[in-house]
């Protein structure tokens, strides 16, 4: 197929900050604009019950309206931006580190230390995230830190199987033969040929990964398996305020729609960085 | 089912193939082929010739035209509209790919996709259609056995022939052969050529044949065109065009092929370059079930200082295996290894040691050789590394290597993807002169290159040696390659030598079976070449069963 | 008699692994500081001799190995121990819950999958239709909107808003919702990896033969996909049963997702410990078969 290797590499042509990356900009500021506003300005107390206010309709006073507790569902919102973002971003590095960093040790060892930690992400992999935070829900209880570690066991092997491709791929290439040829040893290898291009995916897995984390997160709050119950991140919001959406379904869709505008937007920049880097598929082809 | 007429089958002019709106990757190409005729379209990769089979097939890539004429036996394939094609492709032109295994659905049957094939054309069923099946498994000299098996279970060879039958199934009259040998053994490839030869006499085909091996091609077209950066530069009767090649381009293909280099023997000294005595290499790290697999079963090997040695044989019979045992990529063990006098250590750790960076290797793909992240010079400080030197000392040794392999300073900034092939090979060959080898090996490093630059790398070579005084273990299977490089030549089958000697002598008077056949099934340009040379040469293909 | 050899293997395996999560969730719940004893005995009061028999009676005496191996003996024999909560063996519970889950996850499944391939088929087959940027948008919607969001949102609209009351405890809604998450996760690399085998060698091979179109795509394109789809539907299993234990949840539906959920809140180590075992089967199972019917279809492993 002579034809097709002439091709010019990039006939379709995406080049320039595609209009996935603007849109997806736009919403993730829109959805952390109003987390942004409270940290400049400050606002009301996510936590103050005002028991004469409750399931207010949104107006003065309380732009979002208060909850079935009559907590200012702002304040609350705003809040947990940073808390459902803080913890996406825990999980993402989380994976990264115990998928990335341990499939990279363990690649450099090989012999009995690379088929171990290979069989624990394959655990990890059959492994739903649910049960998993089922799991460290009942060891650890509710709060931010399992549900850390439950969002960075879920995905580590995601990070775990990049590694192992690059690698793999790496270590076939006759440039490294080339270089092992003039006596590098293994860390110099890895450092020189094995890291650099490790770089582009694992960044852009990250980027794929966070707004996965930011759904299981909320996910987990949903079912009472996130946070703990005065921490209010979107998911535990929803969750919190499921039972009154009746009397007041403002509580319920403001933390819905910032749920969605953020995941969304950090998809569409997923996606624009994927269109770049491409770790997931296999390969690249001439 | 056409009318014999004098009139040619097909009558291309005015071709033109590209995407639209942008400069044509064939421009203004003509020709015509009667039937019975073999056209060879020779060309180096972005020549144009694939592009110009595809669209005679109408399988260009996604967002191609094609303008001009192509009027094939009364009608115009440029202005078919899809169910035009339909009619035509199988039925009335057939086609073979380069890659068979690719070319064929690895989920089916051979008769499986066979008989699909045969019915997409004629109305046979039930034994009818079984019958015609073997029919044309047996004229392309394959067993109706193979009726059953997939793909995968067949060698590269019968797997081509299978592909050649698939072509032949709607009983077309023009054949398309795009590369059909290129991912084949010599041996095979000439076994492929010249049933393909047969073929086209016995069905009266007219057959357009693209290769960018003109040795190739003069062995089975009646006419050769020959293609450069879209355009047909000149077409003529094979052995017109290979006696007096009227452009200059044509002419250094023809010379590529033909003289290469001169090649003096160097002074020689005492002590050899490289001894070798009972090397066995395996693969495998024999974990707790696996045994490593043996693939080269106790040779002994000796270059003299400055001298040349070639290893040829077939794909996987241990030529490369034997190149990386003694750089240390793969595990092997030696009674002895010596290099200019010392003994060397084997495998990866031994590459630390001062006598194995005298050693140094130049392999296959030089694509594949440069890591595309690093500059020119960030590849050639890889090999000074382990020495440690300032950076001005580092700096004027890679620039002396750069000038010396005929690249300059300049290139040192480049990165790969800017370097031609030729130039990148020219790197890598650089890289290994850093470390001052006394051995060179060269793995294959020809047979990525365009013919005319292999031309330029073999004269490097040749420089090398002399000015160096640099020993060559050469790994190959080009016979013409080794018969210039001259020294000895040992050929290895399944991982042991068969014969060695004197080049010239072993392969004009070959004594081994293998030998013999390597030496027969050679490509070779000669002006005298007839194509009733390849029935004198093979009589014994007629209608047999070839092992592949 | 070598083909079977693999599956030998992977079915080994599939067991350790089993076994392993099983210990892990075993250890889990023992590490959890007071045990369902402690518990009672803080509410009442319980003698001493009372809180060993009890422990006794509940297979919390001796060491975690020790009590681990007596749980396995028994839930080999089918005997899963008691609900603490609910006093009822637990082997019935899990019996009750796993059929409606498996309909329900069942049902989801082929949803989502069979809509995958239709969108996946009909962007292919149209490039120039509104078909490609559907299969985009479809996998946009299931990355950023969860499946308990689009759930909330249909409760407030249908049931609340405009009244049609039965979206709770019907299997309609979830099911819709659940498929359409799933259909967003295949339908798009499922397109891709369609693209790229129109693109294969032997693809066009059979063009260049005169093949019909529809057969080129029946049996050169699609097969060439199969591994790709079995690969990933495994991976969106895990989804699956998220979404599974979500939907139950939120629409009240029955089933081992609120059998789990509810073990949770309630401190059910029994129930919670049956729940994870019967999951991490169902997993390592289906994974299990997907990986022999990879092997099946393709006839290079199955050499």
Not at chain 2, 329 to 350: F, H, N, T
Not at chain 2, 359 to 380: C, D, K, Y
Not at chain 2, 412 to 424: A, C, D, M
Not at chain 3, 201 to 226: D, F, N
């Amino acid at each position: 197929m002579g034809g097709a290797a002439i091709l010019p590499v990039d006939v379709a042509g995406r080049h320039g900050p595609s209009g996935r990356l603007l849109v997806g900009a736009a919403l993730v500021l829109l959805a952390l604009a109003p987390g942004l506003v409270r940290l400049l300005l400050g606002g009301a107390d996510p936590l103050d019950q005002d028991l004469l206010a409750l399931n207010l309709p949104p107006g003065a006073g309380h732009p979002l309206g208060t909850d079935h507790l009559g907590r200012d569902v702002l304040a609350r919102l705003t809040v947990g931006t940073w808390l459902t973002l803080g913890t996406g971003i825990g999980g993402v590095l989380l994976a990264a580190l115990a998928g990335g960093v341990v499939a990279l040790l363990a690649l450099t060892l090989g012999g009995a230390a690379r088929a171990t930690a290979y069989a624990v992400f394959d655990l990890l992999r059959v492994l739903p995230g649910v049960l998993l935070a089922l799991l460290t829900a009942v060891a650890l209880g509710n709060g931010v830190g399992p549900v850390t570690l439950a969002l960075g066991l879920s995905f580590a092997p995601l990070f775990a199987e990049v590694v192992r491709a690059t690698h793999e791929r790496e270590m076939a290439a006759d440039y490294v033969a080339a270089a092992q040829v003039f006596g590098l040893g293994r860390l110099a290898v890895l450092w020189r040929h094995v890291l650099p291009n490790l770089a582009g995916p694992a960044v852009t897995l990250c980027a794929i990964v966070l707004p996965r984390c930011i759904v299981t997160e909320s996910v987990l709050s949903f079912l009472g398996l996130g946070v703990s119950p005065d921490q209010p991140s979107w998911g535990r919001m929803i969750a919190d305020a499921s039972g009154f959406a009746e009397d007041a379904p403002h509580a319920v869709l403001a933390p819905m729609l910032a749920l969605a505008l953020l995941t969304l937007g950090l998809s569409l920049l997923g996606e624009a960085a994927r269109r770049r880097f491409d770790p997931l598929r296999r390969e690249q082809r001439p | 089912m056409s009318i014999e007429t004098a009139s040619p089958l097909l009558r291309i002019s005015g071709l033109q193939v590209g995407f639209p709106g942008a400069a044509p990757l064939v421009r203004d190409l003509g020709f015509t082929l009667s039937k019975g005729e073999v056209l060879g379209l020779v060309g180096e990769s972005g020549s144009g010739k694939s592009l110009t089979v595809s669209a005679l097939i109408g399988l260009l890539p996604d967002g191609m035209a094609a303008r001009g004429s192509a009027m094939f036996d009364g009608q115009d394939l440029l202005s078919l509209p899809p169910q035009g094609w339909r009619a035509l492709r199988g039925r009335r032109i057939g086609m073979v790919f380069q890659d068979p295994l690719a070319a064929l659905n690895p989920f089916m049957t051979i008769g499986a996709q066979l008989a699909e094939a045969i019915k997409a054309h004629h109305p046979l069923r039930g034994r009818d259609l079984h019958a015609r099946a073997e029919e044309l498994l047996g004229e392309v000299g394959l067993e109706r056995t193979f009726l059953g098996l997939y793909p995968h279970a067949l060698s590269g060879g019968q797997q081509q022939r299978a592909v050649i039958a698939l072509a032949l199934s709607g009983d077309p009259c023009l054949l398309l052969a795009d590369e059909p040998t290129t991912a084949l053994d010599t041996v095979v490839q000439a076994q492929i050529l010249a049933l393909l030869r047969r073929l086209v006499a016995s069905r009266g085909l007219a057959a357009v044949f693209i290769s960018h091996d003109l040795g190739v091609v003069a062995r089975i077209a009646d006419t050769v065109g020959i293609m450069c950066q879209g355009e047909l530069l000149e077409a003529g009767p094979t052995a017109q065009l290979l006696s007096e090649p009227s452009h200059s381009y044509s002419r250094s293909l023809v010379a590529a092929c033909r003289d290469l280099p001169g090649w003096e023997e160097a002074p020689i000294a005492d002590v050899p370059a490289l001894r070798l005595r009972n090397l066995i290499v395996s693969y495998g790290s024999g974990g707790l079930f696996r045994q490593p697999r043996q693939v080269v079963h106790g040779i002994d090997l000796d270059v003299p200082a400055g001298g040349v040695l070639s290893v040829v044989g077939a794909s996987g019979g241990g030529k490369s295996s034997i190149a990386r045992a003694l750089v240390g990529l793969a595990g092997a063990k030696a009674d002895v290894c010596e290099i200019g006098g010392v003994s060397m250590p084997l495998g990866p750790r031994g590459r630390r040691s001062d006598v194995a960076q005298r050693v140094q290797i130049v392999f296959q793909n030089p694509t594949a050789s440069l890591n595309p992240r690093m500059t020119v010079a960030q590849v050639l400080a890889e090999a000074l590394r382990r020495l440690g030197l300032p950076r001005g000392e580092e700096q004027r040794r890679m620039v002396a290597a750069l000038d010396e392999v005929g690249l300059g300073g300049e290139y040192l900034r480049r990165f790969p993807h800017q370097l031609s092939g030729g130039q990148k090979q020219r790197v890598a060959i650089a890289r290994a002169l850093l470390t001052e080898p006394t051995l060179l090996i060269c793995d294959e490093i020809l047979s990525a290159l365009d013919a005319t630059v292999q031309a330029q790398i073999l004269r490097l070579l040749c420089r090398l040696r002399l000015e160096r005084g640099l020993a060559l273990l050469f790994i190959g299977h080009d016979l013409g390659v080794v018969r210039t490089l001259g020294g000895s030549v040992a050929v290895i089958e399944a991982g042991r030598i068969v014969e060695k000697g004197r080049a010239a002598e072993v392969l004009a008077q070959p004594r081994h079976s293998f030998t013999q056949r390597l030496v027969a099934a050679e490509v070779s340009v000669s002006p005298q070449w007839s194509q009733t040379q390849v029935a004198a040469e093979y009589p014994g293909l007629q209608r047999a069963v070839v092992a592949g | 008699m070598r083909a079977f050899l693999p599956l030998g293997i992977s079915l080994l395996r599939a067991l350790v692994l089993v076994a392993t999560i099983t210990f892990i969730v075993f250890l889990l719940i023992r590490a959890v500081p007071g045990d369902v004893v402690d518990v009672l005995a803080a509410q009442g009061d319980l003698t001493p001799a009372q809180q060993a028999a009890l422990r006794v009676d509940l297979g919390l005496d001796g060491t975690v190995a020790e009590q681990f191996l007596r749980w396995l003996r028994q839930a080999v024999a089918g005997d899963l121990g008691q609900s603490v909560r609910f006093g009822r063996p637990v082997i019935g519970m899990v019996e009750q819950a796993i059929p409606s889950t498996i309909v329900f996850a069942a049902a989801a499944f082929s949803f989502g999958l069979c809509l995958a391939l239709v969108l996946a088929l009909g962007a292919l087959m149209a490039p120039r239709s509104p078909l490609p940027a559907l299969v985009e948008a479809i996998n946009l919607w299931s990355i950023a909107v969860p499946t308990f969001v689009a759930g909330m949102a249909a409760i407030l609209v249908f049931s609340i808003w405009l009244g049609w009351l039965p979206v709770i405890g019907n299997m309609v809604a979830p099911v819709v919702i659940l498929g359409l998450d799933i259909a967003g996760q295949l339908a798009k690399p499922l397109l891709e990896e369609l693209r790229e085998a129109r693109l294969a060698p032997h693809v066009r091979a059979a063009r260049a033969r005169g093949i019909h179109p529809v057969l080129v795509a029946a049996r050169y394109v699609l097969p060439k996909t199969v591994p790709v789809l079995l690969a990933l539907s495994s991976i969106s299993l895990a989804s699956l049963i998220g979404g599974t234990m979500t939907m139950e949840a939120l629409f009240g539906l029955p089933g081992l997702g609120s059998l789990v959920l509810n073990a949770v809140s309630g401190r059910d180590y029994p129930v919670l410990q049956a729940v994870v075992m019967v999951l991490a089967l169902g997993v390592v199972l289906i994974n299990a078969v997907a990986d022999l019917a990879r092997r099946l279809t393709d006839p290079r492993m199955r050499a």
